[in-house]
């Protein structure tokens, strides 16, 4: 059980182009999403914390405007890369868990490429 | 601020050898404990946890680890490496079993020679 799945797993777009990502729980409600990005060689740096029904809370550094998230239900989570520009090129990874307590879940990640 | 430090960004060990990977934290208040493992263009996928209740905590694949508060560390093991064992290692820090945020090493990349 507690899989998570990410879609889509990779996109290639243009610059000023907007994208959604989408993570869901499979098999498991999850009051809280979590999305990190990862550059090439690097570690997981979060993003931003998502609980289903109210607003993310942003990680120090993060644009929220730049970044929207949505968690309007307690299977999905939404993140929107607004605008993107090359730099935004990365590799995003959301994570689930079931409430406090609980153990986060991975997906399997959506790598942005910005043309 | 809690932080985690994994030493040495890139091990090479032969298939059939000890996998030793390192991994020390920074906080006055133990924190729970994880490794993760990430295989190329994949998401992470948990180890093992240290949640306080043995030192010695054994994880999927034949890894553990050992917690040691006197040194600070949660270094990772496994007796023989297995080809299949190449991938990237994350450690990670977080106050609470729920992992409520989790705070990231900079990852290992280990390598199987065969």
């Known amino acids: 059980g507690a899989v998570v799945s990410q879609h889509p797993s990779r996109v290639i777009c243009k610059s000023g182009t907007s994208v959604k990502i989408e993570c869901r729980s499979l098999?498991?409600?999850?009051?809280?999403m979590f999305w990190y990005r990862q550059f090439p060689k690097q570690s997981l740096m979060l993003m931003a914390t998502?609980?289903?029904?109210?607003?993310?809370?942003?990680e120090q550094g993060v644009e929220k405007d730049k970044f929207l998230i949505n968690h309007a239900s307690l299977t999905l989570s939404t993140l929107t890369v607004t605008s993107a520009h090359p730099e935004d090129s990365s590799f995003y990874i959301c994570?689930?868990?079931?409430?406090?307590?609980?153990?986060?879940?991975f997906g399997d990640g959506t790598r942005l490429s910005i043309l | 601020a809690q932080s985690v430090t994994q030493l040495g960004s890139h091990v090479s060990v032969s298939e059939g050898a000890l996998v030793l990977l390192r991994c020390n934290y920074s906080?006055?208040?133990?924190?729970?404990l994880f490794w993760y493992v990430q295989y190329p263009n994949q998401g992470l996928q948990l180890l093992l946890k240290?949640?306080?209740?043995?030192?010695l905590v054994k994880g999927i694949n034949g890894f553990e680890a050992e917690f040691k508060k006197s040194e600070t560390s949660f270094h990772l093991t496994k007796p023989s490496a297995h080809m299949s064992d190449a991938a990237e290692y994350f450690c990670?820090?977080?106050?609470?079993?729920?992992?409520?945020?989790?705070?990231f090493g900079q990852g290992t990349r280990l390598t199987i020679n065969p």
């Open positions: 990670a820090a977080a106050k609470g079993q729920g992992a409520q945020k989790l705070v």
């Open positions: 998502s609980n289903e029904g109210s607003k993310a809370t942003y």
């Open positions: 906080s006055s208040v133990p924190p729970y």
């Open positions: 994570s689930a868990r079931r409430g406090s307590n609980q153990p986060q879940h």
């Open positions: 098999d498991f409600q999850a009051t809280t």
């Open positions: 240290y949640t306080s209740a043995a030192t």
